[in-house]
């Protein structure tokens, strides 16, 4: 059955529970294990990185969840869909455990997949467009409709001002899903010196009818 709600915009700072909820979301994500292969220590940071994301989304975009934070859809605005690391730093300065844990070598990983999605990114799609930057919804809520519902609402201003979405998904698993939801896979990247591989995909607005 699926679950009711109205997904809401998130205007107060995320809270443990959504930062968790995300957390449990990409547990298994293939970019989180190549970021960080240990995976108890990945576990551990993983509330703090999603922490930093949804703050950044919130000030750099629009974040949308449900009333019981069971999961959250994460955009960057047109004019501001690349993601810049001295904001990261900038928002996640008082995280210092991420950065430490993360380490030198992690660092490094984390740079070799941000050029490669950047690379997929402005070789995707052109102009002003909406960055679906993560989508995650807690396991014990998938398949409900949820995930779906969380990106109605900027589905729905993209396709009044003819305005495409794009995301990247490293988990092959979730083409499908984003398909139903009309993106399409334009291009494709592996991160060099690993397996990580990287789906890009586009929704291109709907037209709307009178």
């Known amino acids: 059955m699926a679950h009711a709600f109205e997904p809401i915009r998130l205007e107060t700072p995320p809270s443990r529970q959504l930062s968790e909820a995300m957390s449990k979301a990409f547990r298994d994500d293939p970019a989180w294990a190549y970021l960080l292969p240990d995976e108890a220590r990945g576990l551990r ?8 994301l949804l703050r950044y ?8 969840t449900t009333t019981d934070c069971e999961g959250a ?7 501001h869909t690349t993601p810049l ?17 993360l380490g030198w070598a992690g660092f490094r990983r984390y740079m070799a997949m941000e050029t490669c999605t950047d ?3 402005q070789r995707s799609v052109t102009g002003d467009h909406w960055y679906l930057w993560a989508l995650g919804v807690d396991p014990l809520y998938q398949k409900q409709g949820t995930g779906g519902m969380l990106m109605q609402p900027v589905f729905k201003r993209a396709d009044a001002n ?10 092959e698993l979730n083409i499908m899903f984003y398909q139903k939801h009309g993106f399409t896979v334009v291009r494709e990247g592996t991160v060099p010196k690993s397996n990580l591989h ?3 995909m586009v929704r291109k607005p709907v037209l709307l009818t009178k």
């Open 45 to 52: 940071l993983l509330p703090s990185f999603f922490n930093i």
């Open 198 to 200: 990287i789906w890009a």
């Open 57 to 64: 989304s919130q000030r750099y975009g629009e974040v949308y």
């Open 119 to 121: 690379t997929l990114h």
């Open 73 to 79: 859809a994460c955009w960057l605005t047109p004019g």
């Open 85 to 101: 690391l001295r904001r990261l730093i900038r928002i996640g300065i008082h995280d210092t455990r991420l950065g430490i844990d």
């Open 162 to 171: 003819r305005l495409p979405c794009y995301l990247e998904t490293s988990n």
